[in-house]
C-alpha cells in the first residue's frame, strides 16, 4: 500500500512552547489530508482536515488558533502545535488517501507522533 | 452523526483459535467501512477495505463482511497466532471523512 511518513515519531517539550509535526506522502500525491489525535486506550479523533493550497477545516471544539495547519504542497502537511500545555500531551497521527486512482479511497497513516508537554 | 462501536473491547485467547471481532454504526449511508490494526504506540496499518457495495473482502487469514443494512461488520482472523496481538479499529467513511470505534484489544497467548 501506499506510505505516509510521519515525524517526529515522538518529542517532549517544555510548557508554552511550539512543536511542529510533518507529515508526508511518500509515494502518491494527496490534496486532502486529515489529523488525528489519540488519548490512551480510546479512539481516533478526527481533529481537523488539511487541503493543499487552502485553509484546514477544523472540527468543532478543535482550537484552530492552538493547532495550526498547513498543507504547502501535494505531499507535505504540518500540524503547529501552539503554546502547548500538558493538557496537550497526547498521541498524534496524520492520514491520507492515494487519490491517483478513481474510487480508490483507502486511507493510510502515519506512525504517529507522542507528544509529552512537561 | 456516525456513532461506530466494537465489541467485545478485548479478547484473550489461546494460540490457533479463530478471532472475530464485532463492528457496528448507525448510520447506513457509508461509502466504505475499513479495518486497521494498530501496536502499541504505533501508527494505523490497514487490513482491508470493503466499498459500499461489497459484501466482504479477504486477504489471508482474514475476511471482513459488511451489512450495510444493518449496520455491521464483522473482521475474522483464521488460526490465530501471537504475532496477532494487537488492537484493531473499525473506520466508517462518511463523506470522505472516517469515524472510529474504540477498538478490540486482543491477546492471543502461546
Known amino acids: 500500500g501506499a506510505v505516509v511518513s510521519q515525524h517526529p515519531s515522538w518529542v517532549i517539550c517544555k510548557s508554552g512552547t511550539s512543536v511542529k509535526i510533518e507529515c508526508r506522502s511518500l509515494d502518491f500525491q494527496a490534496t486532502t489530508m486529515f489529523w488525528y489525535r489519540q488519548f490512551p486506550k480510546q479512539s481516533l479523533m478526527l481533529m481537523a482536515t488539511s487541503n493543499e493550497g487552502s485553509k484546514a477545516t477544523y472540527e468543532q471544539g478543535v482550537e484552530k488558533d492552538k493547532f495550526l495547519i498547513n498543507h504547502a504542497s501535494l505531499t507535505l502537511s504540518t500540524l503547529t502545535v501552539t503554546s502547548a500545555h500538558p493538557e496537550d500531551s497526547s498521541f498524534y497521527i496524520c492520514s491520507a488517501r492515494d487519490e491517483g486512482y478513481t474510487g480508490n479511497t483507502e486511507a493510510f497513516f502515519g506512525q504517529g507522533t507522542r507528544l509529552t508537554v512537561v | 452523526k456516525q456513532e461506530v462501536t466494537q465489541i467485545p473491547a478485548a479478547l484473550s485467547v489461546p494460540e490457533g483459535e479463530n478471532l472475530v471481532l464485532n463492528c457496528s454504526f448507525t448510520d447506513s449511508a457509508i461509502y466504505n467501512l475499513q479495518w486497521f490494526r494498530q501496536d502499541p504506540g504505533k501508527g494505523l496499518t490497514s487490513l482491508l477495505l470493503?466499498?459500499?457495495?461489497?459484501r466482504e473482502q479477504t486477504s489471508g487469514r482474514l475476511n471482513a463482511s459488511l451489512d450495510k443494512s444493518s449496520g455491521r461488520s464483522t473482521l475474522y482472523i483464521a488460526a490465530s497466532q501471537p504475532g496477532d496481538s494487537a488492537t484493531y479499529l473499525c473506520?466508517?467513511?462518511?463523506?470522505?471523512?472516517?469515524?472510529f470505534g474504540a477498538g478490540t484489544t486482543v491477546t492471543v497467548r502461546a
Open positions: 470493503i466499498q459500499s457495495s461489497q
Open positions: 473506520a466508517v467513511d462518511n463523506d470522505y471523512k472516517l469515524s
